[in-house]
């Protein structure tokens, strides 16, 4: 316990240390400076400068949905009533962690310290959870590789609902439902993920329904799996309602701003080349697969006779099939209900505790299958996407905005090898890639607090 608490403080005191070093000027520019620029933004003119980091202030540490995340904290959802000035946006973010904000009387700084503090504690209690003992300290190493940790730091609400699908992960796990239904409520409060988990629920429910052909046992799981997440709803429309909100579904009317509607994608794109990159990657990479497995497994269902490969029984089996299915359900709703613009993607799904379940236990499942073929299927989807990230009209030159979707090609490498992760290779490689990632994370950090272009 003492280890895992002094890797996460350790952690946070070298990212911290880091992007203090590089607001010297002549560090920065003898260092991180011949890599990348950083923004700065003159009136809304955003453009890339030879600039060292900026210093994190009260004010400054407030940008994009942080503004409204606080808005409610302070004000609750209190608008002007004038449609015009589209002020009742607010309905669009939930309250759990606004009220967690509030109650912790902490400022934006503070509240920083209290998220990565909240995605600790998550991943410490799923790696518990769900991994042998003997790998504990490689997937906490891989957890604070992922390039979207910059999203477990500002504030946001991802660290809310990585807790509280954490809570309810545990709660299915060990069939402490009274657990379940907590964590399932939170998490439905937290963000505006329900539709996407009630489908995912329903439609892995019915997955092994079509083995055990119990009608009754399929209603009953399905009814017992999804109320919380009805209760959790419910809830959010009670508390915005108590502040005037003009209608019950409030928070579904005003995704007309963002012009989330079903129409067909158009054209690729992203608010920002450094989101784009890493959606890229995910959409290729890991929706590809995603798919196929479950075409697959879908397939082996429906074959009599044969050995089924995921159990109902076995609750690893669920985990992994609701984790794949719900990042399925949140590609294809990015896709079709954006035109093709991808802003938000990947923060939806690397910072989901769904990819962390994927991520601790999908290596048992993945390494049945010959590596040859592992490889190829890798190698081809790697390809196809650096391809598609030269030659997409959004696409720009390469440049270090792309680094973050080569980061999850690295990890992604580093978990298919990871039978050799005993080897000074590998470990020498993987503790540089974790330093690369603190200072893709500085400099995600610096662009948000100079209101750069939204990449989350």
């Given at each position: 316990m003492k280890k895992y608490v002094l890797f996460f403080v350790?952690?946070?005191?070298?990212?911290?240390?880091?992007?203090?070093?590089?607001?010297?000027?002549?560090?920065?520019?003898?260092?991180?400076?011949?890599i990348s620029d950083n923004y700065e933004n003159i009136e809304g003119n955003r453009k890339l400068v030879h600039k060292p980091f900026s210093?994190?202030?009260?004010?400054?540490?407030?940008?994009?949905?942080?503004?409204?995340?606080?808005?409610?904290?302070?004000?609750?959802?209190?608008?002007?009533?004038?449609?015009?000035?589209?002020?009742?946006?607010?309905?669009?973010?939930?309250?759990?962690?606004?009220?967690?904000?509030?109650?912790?009387g902490l400022t934006g700084i503070g509240v920083v310290f209290l998220n990565y503090f909240l995605f600790a504690i998550?991943?410490?209690?799923?790696?518990?959870?769900?991994?042998?003992?003997?790998d504990h300290w490689f997937y906490l190493v891989l957890s604070v590789l992922l390039p979207s940790m910059i999203n477990f730091l500002i504030p946001y609400t991802e660290s809310t609902f990585l807790l509280m699908g954490t809570i309810g992960i545990i709660g299915l796990y060990r069939d402490k439902y009274w657990l379940y239904f907590f964590g399932m409520t939170g998490v439905a409060m937290a963000r505006p993920s329900f539709t996407f988990l009630v489908l995912a629920l329903i439609c892995v429910e019915f997955f092994f329904y079509i083995s055990h052909l119990k009608l009754k046992t399929f209603f009953k799981n399905t009814f017992l799996k999804i109320i919380p997440l009805f209760f959790g709803t419910f809830l959010?429309?009670?508390?915005?309602?108590?502040?005037?909100?003009?209608?019950w579904f409030s928070f579904v009317e005003?995704?007309?701003?963002?012009?989330?509607?079903?129409r067909i994608p158009e054209e690729i794109s992203d608010w920002s080349h450094e989101g784009f990159a890493m959606d890229i990657v995910i959409l290729f990479v890991l929706f590809v697969p995603f798919f196929a497995s479950v075409i697959f497994w879908l397939w082996n269902q429906f074959s009599k006779g044969q050995i089924k490969i995921l159990n109902y029984h076995c609750k690893k089996d669920y985990l992994l099939l609701l984790s794949i299915v719900y990042?399925?359900?949140?590609?294809?709703?990015?896709?079709?209900?954006?035109?093709?613009?991808?802003?938000?993607?990947?923060?939806?799904?690397?910072?989901?505790?769904?990819?962390?379940?994927?991520?601790?236990?999908?290596?048992?499942?993945?390494?049945?299958?010959?590596?040859?073929?592992?490889?190829?299927?890798?190698?081809?989807?790697?390809?196809?996407?650096?391809?598609?990230?030269?030659?997409?009209?959004?696409?720009?030159?390469?440049?270090?905005?792309?680094?973050?979707?080569?980061?999850?090609?690295?990890?992604?490498?580093?978990?298919?090898?990871?039978?050799?992760?005993?080897?000074?290779?590998?470990?020498?490689?993987?503790?540089?890639?974790?330093?690369?990632?603190?200072?893709w994370t500085s400099f995600l950090l610096n662009s948000y607090i100079n209101d750069s272009w939204i990449f989350a």
């Amino acid at each position: 316990m003492k280890k895992y608490v002094l890797f996460f403080v350790l952690f946070i005191v070298v990212l911290f240390g880091v992007f203090k070093i590089l607001q010297n000027e002549k560090i920065y520019t003898n260092s991180f400076g011949k890599i990348s620029d950083n923004y700065e933004n003159i009136e809304g003119n955003r453009k890339l400068v030879h600039k060292p980091f900026s210093s994190i202030t009260k004010r400054n540490i407030i940008q994009w949905d942080a503004v409204h995340y606080q808005r409610i904290k302070e004000n609750g959802y209190q608008y002007s009533f004038d449609r015009s000035d589209k002020d009742d946006y607010i309905f669009a973010f939930f309250p759990l962690f606004p009220l967690i904000w509030k109650a912790s009387g902490l400022t934006g700084i503070g509240v920083v310290f209290l998220n990565y503090f909240l995605f600790a504690i998550s991943i410490f209690l799923l790696i518990r959870l769900l991994v042998p003992e003997k790998d504990h300290w490689f997937y906490l190493v891989l957890s604070v590789l992922l390039p979207s940790m910059i999203n477990f730091l500002i504030p946001y609400t991802e660290s809310t609902f990585l807790l509280m699908g954490t809570i309810g992960i545990i709660g299915l796990y060990r069939d402490k439902y009274w657990l379940y239904f907590f964590g399932m409520t939170g998490v439905a409060m937290a963000r505006p993920s329900f539709t996407f988990l009630v489908l995912a629920l329903i439609c892995v429910e019915f997955f092994f329904y079509i083995s055990h052909l119990k009608l009754k046992t399929f209603f009953k799981n399905t009814f017992l799996k999804i109320i919380p997440l009805f209760f959790g709803t419910f809830l959010v429309m009670l508390i915005q309602r108590l502040y005037d909100s003009p209608k019950w579904f409030s928070f579904v009317e005003v995704q007309a701003y963002w012009k989330n509607e079903f129409r067909i994608p158009e054209e690729i794109s992203d608010w920002s080349h450094e989101g784009f990159a890493m959606d890229i990657v995910i959409l290729f990479v890991l929706f590809v697969p995603f798919f196929a497995s479950v075409i697959f497994w879908l397939w082996n269902q429906f074959s009599k006779g044969q050995i089924k490969i995921l159990n109902y029984h076995c609750k690893k089996d669920y985990l992994l099939l609701l984790s794949i299915v719900y990042s399925i359900g949140t590609v294809l709703f990015v896709m079709l209900f954006r035109g093709g613009g991808l802003q938000g993607l990947y923060r939806f799904i690397l910072n989901s505790p769904f990819t962390f379940i994927w991520l601790f236990i999908g290596f048992g499942y993945w390494k049945k299958i010959p590596k040859f073929i592992q490889l190829s299927i890798f190698g081809f989807l790697v390809g196809y996407s650096i391809y598609l990230l030269d030659h997409l009209p959004y696409a720009q030159e390469w440049n270090y905005s792309y680094f973050g979707g080569f980061q999850i090609v690295a990890i992604l490498a580093f978990w298919i090898f990871q039978e050799r992760k005993n080897e000074n290779w590998y470990k020498f490689s993987l503790l540089l890639l974790l330093f690369a990632n603190v200072l893709w994370t500085s400099f995600l950090l610096n662009s948000y607090i100079n209101d750069s272009w939204i990449f989350a």
